[in-house]
Each structure stands twice: as C-alpha cells, then as structure tokens.
C-alpha cells in the first residue's frame, strides 16, 4: 500500500505561482511513476506532469515551460511548481503513484487562479 498527502493549493492571482507538494509513505519502494493529474468543474480529469523514478519527465502541451515537476532522491515527495498561472489552470490537483500493480491517489488540493 502507498499513501499520498498534497499539499500547497491556494488561491493566486494570474501570473502568480504556487508548489505543490506530494508525499508517499508505505511501500514507495514499489513505486515506478508519480504524476499530477487535475480536474476542473464539469470537465475530465488529464495528467499534467508526471516523472519515473530515474527522473524522466513529461507534460500535458498546456504547461510545458510554466510548470516544473520534480521529486527528491529518497523518492517520497515530489513537487509540482507551478508559475505565470492561467484562470485555466484552476482545478483540483490530484497526486497519483504508479507501481507494477496498482495505482494509488492523494485526496487532491485546490487551486484557484483569480483575479
């Protein structure tokens, strides 16, 4: 079992910035990818940013060069920063832990970009 606690939502300004943090506890040994996904009112939940555990990262097209996912070496937080924010951005963001078997999720964080 893999447990996920965010944290880090707020509300911001356009433009304004935030980190997000996820921290895993159990068996993060097992864990193979950890991800951010987010859903906005009325629509899909889609994957943001999500990094392997040999580091390697990817983007949804929508943040690429705003946001910055990264995770420290014991492997057991990982961070998504996020700057120059959009309305469009505002969602809940959820943490989300891959392992060979099954995938696991934090309770999510709010984000509300406003002006």
């Known amino acids: 079992q893999v447990q996920l606690v965010e944290s880090g939502g707020g509300l911001v300004q356009p433009g304004g910035s935030l980190r997000l943090s996820c921290v895993a506890s159990?068996?993060?040994?097992?864990?193979?990818?950890m991800a951010w996904y987010r859903q906005a009112p009325g629509k899909e939940r889609e994957l943001v940013a999500g990094?392997?555990?040999?580091?390697?990262?990817n983007y949804v097209d929508s943040v690429k060069g705003r946001f910055t996912v990264s995770r420290d070496n014991a492997w057991n937080t990982v961070y998504l920063q996020m700057n120059s924010l959009k309305l469009e951005d505002t969602a809940v963001y959820y943490c989300?832990?891959?392992?060979?078997?099954?995938?696991?999720w934090g309770q999510g964080t709010q984000v509300t970009v406003s002006s």
């Open positions: 989300n832990a891959r392992t060979m078997t099954a995938d696991y």
């Open positions: 159990g068996r993060i040994f097992s864990i193979n990818l």
């Open positions: 990094i392997t555990r040999f580091g390697d990262t």
